[in-house]
């Protein structure tokens, strides 16, 4: 409900922002509803923040997708930030256009909400041991 969730949300600082996920579709989270609020994305967004060139997505295997893999602004990512996956793997580097990018899973499974930026990229680089890919 909207009136749960508009004082949390108005009492974060920095900008917040919901990537709609398989969940979300059929829910009354739209931009009409949260849009004040929130920065509400419906498939996937590119941000900076903190520095960081961060490609937003909730489907992290919605990247190979011909339409989007073949995106030219891959080559300017330093991350990816995405949900879908819950709890299944914290950090996955992801073969994008011939190089790896770094895909953090933001689920509140693994970061206990709120979190900004620095907080989740060195988390994840301090869990991070070996490359593993995600599997097409």
């Known amino acids: ?9 108005t ?19 739209k931009h009409k509803t949260y849009g004040d609020i929130l920065q509400v994305m419906n ?4 941000v900076f923040d903190g520095g960081y060139s961060l490609f937003l997505i909730h ?10 893999i073949n995106l030219k602004i891959f080559e300017g990512i330093d991350y990816i930030l995405c949900g879908h996956v819950h ?4 950090v996955k580097w992801i073969p994008v256009n011939g ?16 979190r900004n930026i620095s907080y989740i990229i060195n988390t ?9 890919n995600v599997a097409i």
């Open 99 to 114: 190089r790896h990018i770094m895909a953090i899973n933001v689920s509140v499974e693994w970061l206990k909400f709120p």
């Open 87 to 90: 709890n299944e793997w914290f």
């Open 124 to 132: 994840a680089k301090k869990h991070n041991s070996t490359l593993t």
């Open 11 to 29: 009492g974060l600082s920095g900008t917040k922002r919901l990537v709609l996920g398989n969940h979300d579709r059929s829910s009354s989270i």
């Open 1 to 9: 409900k909207r009136t749960e969730l508009e004082p949390l949300i």
């Open 43 to 46: 498939s996937y967004q590119v």
């Open 59 to 68: 489907n992290v295997l919605q990247i190979f997708n011909a339409d989007i």
